[in-house]
């Protein structure tokens, strides 16, 4: 029963990544470490061994433990690219905003001498 | 704002090509005296901007690099609000000739958007490898869907109708690969027709684009990857 919900899950997650990509609700650049999530958590859940075996090979005592280590992981790597993102989208609003400063100064400057050579 | 509908809008991204981009100008301006151009200056970080207003361009800087899709759909926004009926993308790098434009340009006469394609037998240009074998299976995908053989659907030298304007206005995707191959396929999903003229293409003047076997297999996987979404968008909108 468990195991069947955990599939019904993953398969919810990576419908989910496929059609906020095709809907345009998520760019491939972040797309790329969620479907290898949810990939994972399909493989996962339809081969349970396939975690025990990995776990002795990996000389990992609980395989429960692996499968913490492996999530911490990749969502530290989610989280992280999504502050370098955000850094980047940050600095680029930074931009956008004093060129539209330094604009409307100039802008206004027109303005001012348009209406004085109207005058 | 409407300028005269018979003019060709030549739309030149340009990012850091001080060395080629006057030159290229200078070729597209004395090629034909239908020609505006428009440099979009994508974040350049050296003196293109300068290099092209000189040149005699209008000059659209963008305050930090937006990818060449991100340029494009600049450069179309452009066209569309200047009330252009046709526009065309040249290289700044001076890999398009400008004496093709008028042949690419002819193209639109059977069709929506016409590409400058290098591999129908027209020059020498060659590629080998993951991104030879990715371009041949991009060329064959998109044939399919634009109903038509197409040999060189990665090619930015293309031209656009009215109709192919208010298409990439509407939709033009930034990402990486998206600028070409995705918008050729929205555009062929959205019933636009494409069509394309043989060109050779040019060494680049100056610089060099190197790209390794572990690049051209990234390029091979993102192109596949962009293809695939972008045929499943397709599929979606003609069902919905």
């Known amino acids: 029963m468990i195991v069947i919900v955990g599939i019904v899950f993953a398969l919810f997650i990576l419908a989910m990544i496929v059609w906020m990509l095709l809907s345009h609700r998520l760019r491939e650049k972040y797309a790329i470490l969620w479907l290898v999530i949810g990939i994972a958590m399909l493989v996962l859940t339809v081969f349970p061994d396939l975690l025990t075996v990995l776990a002795q090979t990996l000389g990992v005592q609980l395989p429960a433990n692996l499968l913490f280590i492996g999530a911490l992981a990749l969502l530290v790597g989610v989280t992280l690219h999504q502050s370098w993102e955000l850094s980047t989208a940050e600095d680029e609003t930074r931009r956008v905003a004093e060129e539209v400063a330094i604009l409307r100064a100039e802008v206004e400057a027109l303005q001012r001498a348009a209406e004085q050579g109207e005058a | 704002m409407a300028e005269d509908s018979h003019r060709v809008l ?130 064959g995908v998109v044939s399919r869907v634009a109903k038509t053989r197409l040999t060189d659907v990665t090619s930015g030298f293309r031209a656009a109708n009215r109709r192919a304007i208010d298409q990439y206005v509407k939709y033009y995707p930034a990402e990486y690969l998206g600028d070409t191959i995705d918008s050729l396929v929205a555009a062929a999903h959205a019933g636009l027709s494409v069509t394309q003229v043989p060109v050779a293409m040019r060494p680049r003047a100056h610089g060099n684009p190197s790209q390794g076997p572990i690049g051209s297999s990234i390029y091979l996987f993102r192109s596949v990857f962009a293809l695939g979404l972008a045929l499943m968008r397709g599929r979606r909108k003609a069902a919905s």
């Open chain 2, 10 to 139: 030549v739309i030149v991204p340009a990012w850091n090509e001080e060395a080629n981009v006057a030159n290229t100008i200078r070729e597209i301006l004395t090629a034909d005296s239908r020609y505006d151009v428009v440099v979009v200056d994508d974040g350049s970080t050296d003196a293109t901007a300068a290099a092209a207003r000189d040149a005699g361009a209008t000059v659209l800087v963008l305050p930090f690099n937006l990818g060449v899709g991100g340029a494009m759909k600049t450069g179309y926004t452009y066209a569309q609000r200047h009330g252009y009926s046709q526009a065309i993308q040249v290289d700044a790098d001076g890999q398009h000739n400008p004496a093709n434009i008028a042949e690419v340009l002819r193209g639109l006469d059977r069709a929506d958007i016409s590409i400058g394609a290098r591999f129908a037998d027209v020059g020498d240009y060659s590629v080998r490898g993951p991104r030879r074998w990715a371009m041949l299976f991009l060329a």
